[in-house]
């Protein structure tokens, strides 16, 4: 094991990761992760894929790939050009396969399914014939026998229907009273409901709109891939961290180096902070594309271009509109 990965697996290790969660993270298979870490470049295919593991092996778990890289040159291979005709070879020579031929073989090699199916099916036909020939016989049999006893049954029918008829039309009245009423009482409670939703939505609105005139979000400075803000105008200090694209390193701490948060935001995944009574928070982001960011539920940018900065360190200092 080299020395650039003992380090790399002391850091992973230290914030919890396994070689799994990283893959997860990275997007490179489990191997060459692995390679790094014992120094076992042979499994790569290619020293330049060396070098870009490398750097997004660093990233996701947050060191500076620039300090690394200068720090254990000598244990990272020089980017070179790789020898690509034997590459190109082999996809040149798929390539050649004749269509019609792969065509023609994959056709015979369905035949016999297509064979089977057409089988399975012209039984079920025969089979669903004959049991409507049974079904019609016994039905006809049934009809027969039933025959003298239907006039009796006919007539008893009758007498049974006139005395449900007059019972229906009493409990009918009832009903449609009772319906009536219910219908009544029920568009009250729905004019009620949308009242005070409106009331709600009113106040609710009034109060962002009140709000987010006095709340003021605004940069202070920007260094490298650190960014400081300054949020004032307001009591409250409450943040979102939400991931919509993929699994990400988040890590929220205060301006005394006490963590909130450290660990994998993953793919969908919100975190809220209360950091009211903090003055000032930290929040560093391993993989910043597709991370959402909200002040007092209020969206604001991340400082650079997450496909031009994948890692991003966001500072917010916090002044109270009491103590302004």
Known sequence: MTELGQRLRQERESKGLSLEDLQKLTKIQKRYLLGIEEGNYEVMPGKFYVRAFIKQYCEAIGLDTDAIFEEYKSDIPSTQTEDMPQQLSRVRSRKEIPQHTKGVSKAYD??????????????????????????????????????????????????????????????????????????????????????????????????????SGKQ??????????????????????????????????????????????????????????????ETEARVNIGYSPGVELKVNGKAVDLPFDSSKQVRQVVTIQYQPAEAQ
Not at 164 to 183: L, P
């Open 110 to 211: 369905y035949l016999p399914t297509v064979l089977v199916v057409a089988g399975v099916v012209v039984v079920g036909i025969i089979i669903w014939v004959i049991a409507q020939n049974i079904v019609s016989d016994k039905n006809k049999e049934q009809a027969n026998q039933e025959a003298p006893n239907s006039e009796v049954q006919q007539s008893n029918t009758q007498e049974e229907t006139n005395e449900t008829t007059a019972k229906n039309d009493n409990s009918n009245s009832e009903d449609e009273q009772s319906a009536a009423d219910k219908k009544e009482q029920e568009k009250e409670k729905a004019e009620k409901e949308k009242a005070a939703k409106e009331k709600a939505e009113k106040e609710k609105a009034e109060k962002e709109k009140k709000d």
């Open 216 to 277: 003021e979000y605004k940069e202070v400075q920007k260094t490298g891939r650190s960014a400081t803000y300054a949020l004032s105008g307001t009591d409250a200090f409450n943040l979102e961290v939400t991931s919509t694209q993929a699994d990400t390193w988040l890590d929220v701490k205060n301006g005394k180096g006490n963590a909130f948060f450290s660990s994998i935001l993953k793919k969908g995944e919100t975190k809220e902070f209360d950091l009211t009574k």
